[in-house]
């Protein structure tokens, strides 16, 4: 057994459900966001825009890094796969820091009404990360800067730790591989620390991921190349995640393995956008859905008079 309180591990268990089902209705609903009846046509939005594959990955790493770092001043989150945004407001939201640049973002029911009914929706929310959001100052769809980005913010600050989760399909692009060098020129005591996280998830967009495609052994000696240390994180249990970042060696770099679309009813390529494309108009895709949505038990995690339980 680690370290890790079993309070804390259901604490973070807990906040990824939350983000989960918050990332799944960005995507689909316009009304029941709290499924208090049977969801129905009307519920769904006329057109369905954005990213789903990600995001459960992007949610796992968040709550894992958020419990570790206890929200410490000098601790920063950078996102590489920006459209994944469902589930990086959700976690936004559940901080409050939303709130602190649009009023409407409160936390409790009118609140989450409004940040899923906006989501995608004109004068709303876009479907990407975009500089509207606190902190970003790229548009989410370019890929491949969250690397160099985080690197240039430690450059100078080494009270600074920034873990970078980076997409394997993005880690394909020139700048984002290119970005590794960077370990060699910042890593010393006049700099901050930065933690590269690799979200192997297998898939970018529709085609498999050139580095979701290599043995492990040929991964790790990549990494290794680069001077860093991999260490893997298979799966979304709490537990190995907060073991691996407890883990003293010199210059980490994590690998979380997941599957791409993962709790959704779709995985790998059919996950990375919208995997129910017609919920409104076919009656199995949108019991499906409602099937997806209530896995989450999210009543367990939000209550209209108390708000969020977590």
């Known amino acids: 057994m680690s370290s890790v309180g079993i309070k804390k591990l259901d604490e973070i268990k ?26 129905n046509p ?30 410490g001043p000098n601790f920063t989150f950078v996102l590489g796969p920006g459209h994944g945004f469902p589930a990086l407001q959700a976690n936004l939201f559940l901080d409050g ?6 009023p409407k973002a409160t936390l409790d ?17 876009p479907s990407h990360a975009s500089p509207f959001t606190p902190d970003i100052i790229t548009e989410g769809g370019e ?36 970005s590794l060098n960077l370990r060699n020129l910042l890593c010393g005591a006049k700099n901050g620390r930065v933690l590269p996280i690799l979200h192997l998830n297998g898939y970018k967009i529709s085609a498999p991921s050139i580095y979701a495609r290599k043995s492990e052994r040929e991964l790790n ?24 970042l407890r883990a003293e060696v010199e210059s980490p770099f994590y690998i979380l393995k997941t599957e791409k679309g993962e709790g959704g009813p ?39 008079r108390e708000g969020f339980k977590l």
């Open 221 to 244: 000696e990549l990494v290794r190349g680069f001077g860093f240390t991999p260490i893997w994180i298979n799966g979304e249990d709490p537990e190995s995640f907060q073991d691996a």
């Open 97 to 102: 820091e939303l709130l602190k640049v649009d």
């Open 266 to 304: 779709n995985r790998h390529h059919d996950a990375h956008q919208i995997p129910l494309k017609n919920p409104a108009s076919d009656p199995d895709e949108l019991s499906a859905l409602e099937d997806w949505l209530r896995s989450y038990r999210f009543e367990e995690l939000f209550d209209e």
């Open 143 to 178: 890929l491949g800067y969250a690397l160099a980005n985080a690197y240039g913010i430690a450059l100078g600050h080494p009270e600074k730790t920034l873990a970078v989760l980076i997409g394997d399909g993005e880690l394909e692009t020139a700048t984002a591989i290119d």
């Open 42 to 71: 009307e519920d769904i939005k006329p057109r369905l825009l954005g990213h789903w594959g990600t995001c459960h990955g992007i949610n796992v790493a968040y709550a894992n890094l958020k419990a570790y770092f206890n929200d």
């Open 14 to 39: 807990r906040r990824v459900r939350a983000c989960d089902y918050l990332s799944v209705a960005q995507l689909y609903l316009m009304d029941n966001f709290l499924l208090e009846e049977p969801l």
């Open 109 to 125: 029911h009118d609140g989450l009404s409004y940040i899923c009914r906006s989501f995608s929706w004109p004068d709303g929310f």
